[in-house]
């Protein structure tokens, strides 16, 4: 079973609260570095997995992507996509995935943003991927840092006033499921390292192009607690291309 903590009422309605979802692409503090990542949409089929609200849907439409498909496993997070960031070249499918299947060479491009860590199995969704696009078709995704992911709690450690101490980072190379909080919620992630995200990606037909670990962007730095994300990563992107034969 899929867990689709997204359409926990009490969950959701917590996500719905956050910069990024009330404010869209300018409230995440990544996406001064994730945009500088994508390519020209102009013409191409667009493949968006986890797609949330819609935000980067919309994005590529508005940057000239001829038909977009975002797909989400949370019936309210479609919803919410439906109504915010809706286009008459953007479909919106609920479907996880894990799940889902299309003709080889189907898209020009696919993205994910902060969803690959829900995943249990990297590598057969990398293959997937892989078949569904078009030689020299992109790859771009962001998610959770394997120094973000390995501990499980994600949150710090504090003395006894309250104080960060530091990040613990412990079972770095044991991959698999781990245990996290997330808007006070229980939620269950999993683990990789940082090779096995990358050379998953090399050994199924993509060259990297970029690899990112953004920092907090200086017009957020105001913001309660974000100078401490200068202390630890907290995401990673990556860009892809899938190779070319001959």
């Known amino acids: 079973m899929r867990e689709n903590k997204y359409d926990d009422a009490v969950f959701f309605q917590k996500y719905s609260e956050m910069d990024r979802s009330r404010q869209g692409l300018t409230g995440a503090g990544e996406w001064h570095e994730l945009e500088k990542l994508l390519p020209d949409f102009q013409g191409l089929s667009v493949l968006d997995l986890g797609c949330g609200y ?98 499980g709690s994600q949150d710090w450690c504090y003395d006894e006033t309250g104080k960060i101490l530091h990040f613990p980072v412990d079972n770095y190379y044991l991959e698999g499921k781990r245990d996290a909080i997330f808007l006070g919620e229980p939620v269950t992630k999993y683990h990789r390292t940082l090779t096995t995200y990358l050379d998953t990606l090399l050994r199924n037909g993509f060259q990297l192009q970029r690899v990112v670990e953004p920092q907090p962007p200086e017009h957020m730095m105001d913001i309660p607690g974000m100078k401490d994300e200068l202390r630890r990563p907290m995401m990673l992107l990556v860009s892809a291309s899938k190779a070319v034969e001959g």
């Open 54 to 151: 819609g935000w980067h849907c919309k994005y590529a439409a508005e940057h000239g992507a001829a038909y977009v498909l975002g797909t989400d496993i949370s019936q309210k997070m479609l919803e919410a996509a439906e109504q915010k960031n809706p286009g008459p070249n953007i479909e919106y499918r609920q479907a996880a995935m894990e799940d889902l299947g299309f003709a080889d060479a189907s898209f020009d491009v696919v993205l994910s943003s902060l969803a690959f860590h829900y995943v249990a199995d990297f590598i057969s969704l990398v293959q997937n991927i892989s078949r569904w696009l078009k030689p020299g078709g992109r790859f771009v995704f962001s998610m959770e840092h394997p120094v973000f992911t390995a501990y």
